[in-house]
């Protein structure tokens, strides 16, 4: 069993499955439910996955809120990227500890959050937004989530406007990512990965056009990430009927350096290639 403290939050579910609780431990408190209250005290003892009994009888599992089940939790003024788009977006970002990451926009976060675990407190993240209104709101999120995050810091501007300093990582999440091409050339390492996530393919047209015309890029893919939810129960196994079909396609691709300007310069003596071959 996984322990909770207090402050942590929680989830309660019914035995029942038909209603659904959420709340954060503190000491001396009950949780009031339909079926009687709940000591938070009995929670805390109940563990993740455990099981409470409200005082009707009613019995109750503990979860601790995943980070699927917080940003779906998670009141929306902006679309988040789904968590299973997300989880492709850090395998083929690659991202891990110590790299520097530029976002655009911050919405309501549910990336950065993503981002940030995946730091683990190594290396930086920055996230450029142009309301200020979603740059303050999801600073809340955030910090809800994962308490204080002093690697990320949040500028309310344009990234069509440009790019300051140099990235490991650029990941984008807004509208017309074609404008940020330009940028990149000098705002993401040669060698940095570029991750674009967008819901239409005539945006994912411009964007690769953009990037291929760039001659910035290579290794361009474009793919969407398709979860299809099995039903088994009994003897009905089969595909769900009714799923949730399209979220995104995304696109990720490597910043690299152009033929026409390599490192070196050598003395080209074709002839000497030709008598290596033979020998
Ligand atoms: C779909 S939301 C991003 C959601 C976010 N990735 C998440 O997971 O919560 C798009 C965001 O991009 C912001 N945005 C649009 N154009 C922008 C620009 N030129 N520069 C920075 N942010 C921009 C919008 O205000 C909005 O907050």
């Known amino acids: 069993m996984s322990s909770l403290n207090y402050g942590d939050k929680v989830i309660l579910v019914d035995e029942k499955k038909k209603s659904r609780h959420n709340t954060v431990l503190k000491e001396g408190i009950r949780f009031s439910t339909q079926y009687g209250f709940i000591e938070h005290e009995d929670i805390l003892k109940a ?5 409470v009994k409200a005082s009707k009888g009613m019995k109750y599992r503990v979860y601790s809120p995943s980070y699927i ?6 009141k929306r003024r902006a679309q988040i990227i789904y968590p299973k788009d997300t989880a492709v977006m850090l395998m083929w970002g ?10 655009a926009g911050i919405g309501q976060g549910a990336l950065s959050i993503a981002l940030l675990r995946a730091l683990g407190g190594q290396g930086t993240l920055t996230s450029y937004e142009v309301r200020d209104d979603f740059a303050e709101q999801a600073q809340g999120f955030i910090r809800d989530y994962l308490g204080e995050t002093p690697n990320h810091s949040v500028e309310v501007r344009s990234i069509y406007d440009g790019i300051d300093g140099q990235y490991d990582r650029i990941m984008l999440d ?17 060698g940095g990965t570029l991750i674009v996530y967008l819901p239409t393919i005539l945006q994912v047209k411009s964007c690769v056009d953009a990037m291929e015309e760039s001659g910035l890029y290579d290794d361009i893919e474009t793919f969407e990430f ?7 129960e009994g003897r009905s196994v089969r ?7 399209h979220s995104a396609f995304i696109i990720s691709a490597k910043r690299v350096g152009s033929f026409t300007e390599p490192v ?3 003395e080209e003596k074709p002839s000497e290639t030709g008598a290596d071959e033979e020998e």
């Open 239 to 245: 595909p769900e009927m009714w799923t949730f079909n």
């Open 174 to 190: 807004l509208p017309e990512p074609w404008h940020v091409i330009p940028h990149s050339k000098e705002g993401l390492k040669v």
């Open 264 to 266: 070196n310069e050598v």
């Open 94 to 103: 690659d991202i891990h500890p110590g790299l520097d990451i530029l976002e």
């Open 47 to 51: 563990g993740d996955g455990g099981v």
């Open 226 to 232: 398709i979860k299809r939810p099995w039903k088994v």
């Open 69 to 74: 089940d917080y940003v779906m939790g998670i």
